[in-house]
Structures are given as structure tokens and as C-alpha cells.
């Protein structure tokens, strides 16, 4: 009992000593995530969002030391699978490298990655000798606390193209916050498990993929930074064979993310970058245009289900016309995919143990039941472009993004009466429950197969929901707004600009020959425009005046139509807006400061249609997914943490309101309006993970239950 509480005091006093050094750190180092805020201090004025986020971004992330603390109150012994994961650590801190225990079916990236980091704060700090699971827990808290939020604002920044001076890299942050708080992610951070560290090597490995290519952009000169010294292409080639290799070293399906996503994403980039792209939408013209090294990869929001069988043939037909040159480009990954095949031949299989319940086979069912996962954690982000895109009648101005017309369109009739039939197939003949799933009351996963399993009819009663949902989750992608050109003012330099009161302008005197044959103004006739008054000189034939329409009838008079309603709300409401805000200046277009901005909007236009989400990124997510998935044949919730952060990094930035991007908001309460609007989704979705967070962490530490073969073992409820 004494060695039990000095263990337990050893773990409390190492969380002590992390616990004081996450919350210095947070303040001293540079993380992604938080020194956005920090910087910010220094360049007044600040908005008042910023402002509240550069307080509560470390707020939250330091509720992961305090969610391990109590995980460590109500549960000091090893929990679950930390059952295996603990003491195989531990063999490693006792130098036993070959000892290995037959239950555990991942490789032992995460007991390496214990021992490298303990070994090293025993060196500086002379603690901890032991190895308890108190102080294993650290290993994924400091991963989740400082790491991974630095690395993957290193992801967004480098695909948003955004640095955290700029006001979008606030925006950026909150993102890698709510990644953070993933439910099933923040849950695992308090737990000895694998899941984030194999994220993270996988983020880590994505980051220096991404070096690769900016890197070979900067030699070919098409790089932006060519002031820099180009690195070495050499140096980035070997830290994302080690970033991929290590991803292996965490859990075995990595190898679809480090090998066939970034591979693919390589191919696209390579293509989309050498090719022109192809206007027509025809397969054939598809074909003949791909061997001219033209390209058909539209956008997501104007996609059809056939947009992407198209898509998939013309990245084939252009990739046959430069094999040799992307063969060069995916070296790095057929040689990681090599080194994982030699891993499976000299495993003779997949997982290391218990291959009885482990072996490789196709579980199609994992993309259906993925759909609605996806759905319940991100239905904050989908509220508002449905009701854009489903409403059937005028929206509010406060609601209304202004999605263009392809934009807003339903499932198409021919896409559900293709996918809903397959869908269907799959529940019959490749619905697998795994005898651990129907074994185990501790897991959420029981109680979702315990409603599918009522009925026969039940499962596939839930067709049209994967179908639903998989709809919303893939145009998520196409849920943004391409900038419309900027407006512009035609100028006349003889005619003086209209002052902006609404008083009685006089009008200017004529010359003498007008004089003549103009008749005498009325009071009301000054109040017209002069130029639509005015006779034209002699010889010239006069314009022909349209009779005025007849009154309309008194009824018509009193209700009015829908248009003239709008048509007066508008009016009113442009009066409003000219008193509260100082009228827009009419300036010549041929003024330099003019053009820039023209080009300005012009550049930002071009960019966003470049790098806004296309088909063929949804075509690799979905194929690296599936290959990650299918493989499986257990259900579990922490098998989807990788798939969903690949899908929340590539979300475009959410759109700002129509009536904001037609008229920018200039006093700053219209502004910390417009920005309440945007982000206000993000908000809805940080509230909802901590909700999620709170009950599971509630219900795992405090309602837990015995199973009557195992008296006086209290089991808890988990992901």
C-alpha cells in the first residue's frame, strides 16, 4: 500500500510540475495556436475578439492537464487497453526490448516515445524513476496541450497561405482550438492510448510534404519568397521519409494517410500546376484534352455526382502524358509504401497480435456508419449554408451568404437512386458486428448496434440518413463564396459630383442658346435632374417621351406589390445607413490607389478560385479513408479522429454575410458585427465539443458500474 501511494505521489507530483510548466510555456513559448493572441499585444488597436481570444485560447487548452488530473484522481490504475499499453512501456523503461506482449496489435511507436521523452526529463530533472500510469498520461497531454496545436497551425497556415499577423490567422487559431476539443481526441489526450501521437506524426509529416513542394517551387522560380536562400530539397525529402516512417511506428493504417493521401495530393498538385484547365464537360472532349495536357477538376459547389467519375478519368488521361515526372514526385511515398510491405511480409500480417481478432478483411459498412459520426460532432458548421441552400423563400439579411445558383441545389434524383441502391447492397451483404463490439457494454459503439439490431428493418431504415448525411458532410466543402469583381463609379469630369443632402440644388445657368428654348423652372421641376430636362441644341431631334402609366387601381395602391415593399424597405433602410455612417467618396477610376484596389480584388478573386476545395481532393480524402476504414473490423469512434481532422483542415473559411461583402462595414460596431456573423458557427462548435466533453468526462468519472462477474471492479462508460 505505501509503494502504491508513494507511485501515486510520484504521478501527482510530476502533473504538478507539467501543470506549472504547460501554463509558463503557454505564456513564454511560441505556439501555433496562442502566440497569434499573444503578438497581438503589440500592434494596437485590437478588436474585441482577438482580444477575448488571446485569453481564452490557453483557458481551454489548459483544460487537458485538468481533465488527466482528474482521470488520475478517479482512475490511477490502468484503464481498459491501457491494461497492455502500460506495462509494455514499462518493460521498455526497464531496457526488456524483448519483451512483448501477444495482445497488443500496434507497433511500439508510443512506448519509444515514452521512454525517449522521460529518459530525457530524468537527465535535466532527475524525475521520474518510475514509469506510472499517472505519469504515462503526461506523454499525450503534453502532445495535446503544446505539440500538436503548434504543428497544426503550421498546416493551416501554410494551406490557408495565412500568418498569424493577419486577421484570418485568428480565425485559423479557433480552428486548431476546436480541433483540440474533438471529443473523442480531447478524451484520449487523458488516457495512456495511440491515437494522438499517430495524428500528430501524421500532421507533422503532411507539414514537411508541404516543404518538399514549396521547396521545388522555389527552385523552378515560381516560388513567392525568392529573396530567400532555396533549401535543401534533399533535407525536406529526409524529414518526411522520417515523419512517415515514425507514422507507421504509431498505428498501421497510417500508411494510407502518409502514402496514398499526401501521395495523391502530390500527383494533383504536380498536374493542376503543368496543365491548363479543361472548359468542357464532355468525357470525350474530357479524354482528347487530358493527352493536350488539359485538366477537368471543377469546383466542389459546382460539382454533380458525374463531375467526379469525370474528374478521376481526366487526372488519369493528363497523368499518362508526364509519367516519368510524377513518378519522381512520389518517390518518397512508394518508398514508405515499400517499407510497410516488407513490414507485412516479415509480420506475415497486418497486426502484430491477437491476429485471431484482427484479421484484414472488407468492412464497406465503415463508410455508412462514418457519415453520420461526422454529422453529429460538425453540425454547428452546416446550420447556415442549409438554410441558404434549402430555404424556399427570401432570406434575412443577417442570414443570407449569397450562394450563386449551382450553389444551391438538393441531392440530385439520379445521384440518390445511384448511391442509395449501393448503400442498401453494402447493409446487407457487409453489415460485420465484431464479437468485441456486442461484448462489451463499456463502450458507446454497444448501445448504437443494440438500436440497429432491434429490428432487421432498422439498418436499413438508416440508409437514407448515411445518404443525407454523406450529402451535407462532401458540400461542406463548396459552403464559400467566390469575391465578386469591386463596383465602380463612372466619372465625369465636367460634371461636378451630386452633394449628398437631399436639399434643393440650384440649378447652373445655361448658355444663351439653351436659355432660349428652356422654360422657366418650377419649384419642383429643380428638384428633377437638370440633364433630364434639358433641350437639345437645334438641328438635333427631339427624344420621344414615354407616356406616364395610369394610376393604379386603389387597391393596388394599398397593399402594393412584394417588389415595391422591398423596394421601400431598401430605400429606408439606405437613408438609415447614410445617416449612422459617412458617405462613400466617388473617386476617378483612373487614380492609382483606384486600380490597385481593382487588382487587388481581381488577384483575390483568381486565388480563390484556385485554391478553393475541388473534386479531386474529395476524390483522394475519400479513397484514403476508405482504404483506412474498410480494413478494420471493429467500430470504433478514435478510427475516425484522422479522417475527420484531414476533413476540418480543408474546410474553406466560412463566408461573411452577402450584405457585408456588397458593403463593407465601416464603423467598428459594424464591423465586430460582421465578425460576430462569420465566426459565430465556430463559437456554436467550441460550445458544443466542451458539452460533449463535459458529459462523457462526467459520465466516465463518476457514474461507473460493476458487471456481476467481476464484483468490486467498477467499469466506466467511454468512446
Not at 433602410?573 to 466617388?586: D, I, L
Request: a positive charge; hydrophobic letters at 45%.
Amino acid at each position: 500500500m505505501s509503494s502504491f501511494k508513494s507511485r501515486r505521489d510520484d504521478g501527482f507530483e510530476t502533473f504538478k510540475r507539467f501543470g506549472t510548466f504547460a501554463s509558463v510555456e503557454l505564456r513564454n513559448l511560441r505556439l501555433g495556436p496562442v502566440d497569434d493572441y499573444l503578438d497581438s499585444m503589440a500592434n494596437p488597436p485590437e478588436s474585441f475578439r482577438s482580444r477575448s481570444a488571446r485569453w481564452l485560447v490557453p483557458f481551454f487548452l489548459i483544460l487537458i492537464p485538468l481533465w488527466v488530473s482528474l482521470v488520475n484522481k478517479a482512475v490511477p490504475e490502468p484503464y481498459l487497453d491501457e491494461v497492455f499499453h502500460v506495462p509494455q512501456a514499462q518493460a521498455y523503461w526497464a531496457h526488456k526490448w524483448t519483451q512483448w506482449d501477444p495482445k497488443l496489435t500496434t507497433p511500439p511507436g508510443l512506448y519509444l516515445c515514452s521512454y525517449i521523452v522521460f529518459a530525457l526529463v530524468l537527465l535535466l530533472r532527475g524525475s521520474p524513476t518510475k514509469l506510472t500510469p499517472e505519469v504515462l498520461r503526461m506523454t499525450n497531454v503534453g502532445a495535446t496541450t503544446v505539440v500538436f496545436p503548434w504543428r497544426l497551425q503550421k498546416l493551416l497556415d501554410t494551406l490557408q497561405k495565412t500568418t498569424n499577423t493577419r486577421p484570418l490567422g485568428a480565425n485559423v487559431s479557433h480552428t486548431v482550438l476546436n480541433i483540440c476539443l474533438f471529443p473523442p481526441l480531447f478524451f484520449f489526450s487523458g488516457l495512456y492510448y495511440t491515437d494522438v501521437l499517430a495524428l500528430l506524426v501524421v500532421v507533422e509529416a503532411y507539414n514537411w510534404d508541404l516543404k518538399r513542394d514549396a521547396e521545388r517551387d522555389q527552385k523552378s522560380g515560381s516560388g513567392k519568397d525568392t529573396k530567400k536562400a532555396p533549401r535543401n530539397e534533399i533535407l525536406e525529402t529526409l524529414g518526411f521519409l522520417a515523419f512517415a516512417l515514425a507514422a507507421l511506428a504509431f498505428r498501421q493504417t497510417n500508411i494510407f494517410w502518409v502514402s496514398v493521401f499526401l501521395g495523391g495530393l502530390q500527383v494533383v498538385r504536380k498536374i493542376r500546376k503543368s496543365a491548363s484547365p479543361c472548359m468542357s464537360s464532355k468525357v470525350t472532349t474530357i479524354v482528347k484534352q487530358g493527352l493536350q495536357n488539359e485538366v477537368y477538376d471543377p469546383l466542389i459547389s459546382e460539382a454533380s455526382l458525374e463531375d467526379y467519375l469525370k474528374t478521376a478519368i481526366s487526372l488519369a488521361t493528363v497523368g499518362l502524358k508526364q509519367p516519368f515526372s510524377l513518378l519522381v514526385s512520389l518517390i518518397p511515398h512508394i518508398l514508405v509504401l515499400a517499407a510497410f510491405g516488407a513490414f507485412v511480409l516479415w509480420n506475415n500480417g497486418v497486426v502484430l497480435g491477437h491476429k485471431e481478432f484482427h484479421t484484414a478483411g472488407i468492412h464497406l459498412a465503415q463508410m455508412l456508419y462514418i457519415w453520420p459520426y461526422f454529422t453529429f460532432f460538425s453540425w454547428p458548421l452546416f446550420v447556415i449554408p442549409l438554410i441558404n441552400i434549402l430555404a424556399f423563400k427570401p432570406l434575412p439579411k443577417y442570414l443570407n451568404l449569397g450562394f450563386q445558383a449551382k450553389q444551391r441545389k438538393y441531392p440530385k434524383l439520379k445521384a440518390a437512386l445511384i448511391v442509395i441502391p449501393l448503400m442498401l447492397a453494402v447493409v446487407h451483404f457487409n453489415t460485420i458486428v465484431h464479437p468485441f463490439t456486442l461484448a462489451d457494454n463499456r463502450h458507446y459503439v454497444f448501445y448504437v448496434f443494440r438500436i440497429l439490431l432491434l429490428h432487421p428493418a432498422v439498418k436499413y431504415a438508416a440508409v437514407p440518413i448515411y445518404f443525407l448525411c454523406g450529402w451535407v458532410v462532401i458540400s461542406a466543402f463548396g459552403f464559400t463564396t467566390i469575391q465578386r469583381p469591386p463596383k465602380t463609379l463612372r466619372v465625369q469630369k465636367s460634371t461636378p459630383a451630386a452633394p449628398p443632402a437631399p436639399a434643393p440644388v440650384p440649378a447652373p445657368a445655361p448658355t444663351p442658346a439653351v436659355a432660349a428654348q428652356e422654360p422657366k423652372p418650377t419649384s419642383s421641376y429643380v428638384r428633377k435632374p437638370l440633364e433630364a430636362h434639358q433641350q437639345p441644341p437645334k438641328g438635333t431631334k427631339k427624344p420621344i417621351r414615354k407616356p406616364k402609366k395610369a394610376d393604379p387601381p386603389a387597391e393596388t395602391k394599398k397593399t402594393g406589390s412584394l417588389a415595391e415593399t422591398k423596394k421601400t424597405e431598401s430605400l429606408a433602410e439606405t437613408k438609415k445607413t447614410s445617416q449612422t455612417e459617412p458617405p462613400a467618396e466617388v473617386t476617378d477610376p483612373n487614380d492609382p490607389a483606384v486600380l490597385a484596389r481593382v487588382q487587388e480584388h481581381i488577384s483575390a478573386r483568381q486565388r480563390d478560385i484556385l485554391e478553393a476545395p475541388r473534386v479531386s481532393f474529395v476524390l483522394i480524402w475519400l479513397a484514403a479513408t476508405s482504404l483506412s476504414l474498410i480494413t478494420a473490423p471493429l467500430v470504433e469512434p478514435r478510427y475516425f479522429i484522422i479522417p475527420w481532422v484531414m476533413w476540418r483542415v480543408h474546410l474553406p473559411p466560412l463566408p461573411c454575410l452577402l450584405r457585408d461583402r456588397e458593403t463593407r462595414p465601416r464603423t467598428e460596431e459594424a464591423k465586430r458585427r460582421a465578425d460576430l456573423v462569420i465566426n459565430l458557427p465556430k463559437f456554436v462548435e467550441t460550445a458544443w465539443f466542451l458539452i460533449i466533453n463535459l458529459i462523457t468526462g462526467y459520465v466516465f468519472l463518476y457514474k461507473g458500474f460493476e458487471w456481476p462477474q467481476e464484483p468490486g471492479k467498477i467499469q466506466r462508460f467511454m468512446w
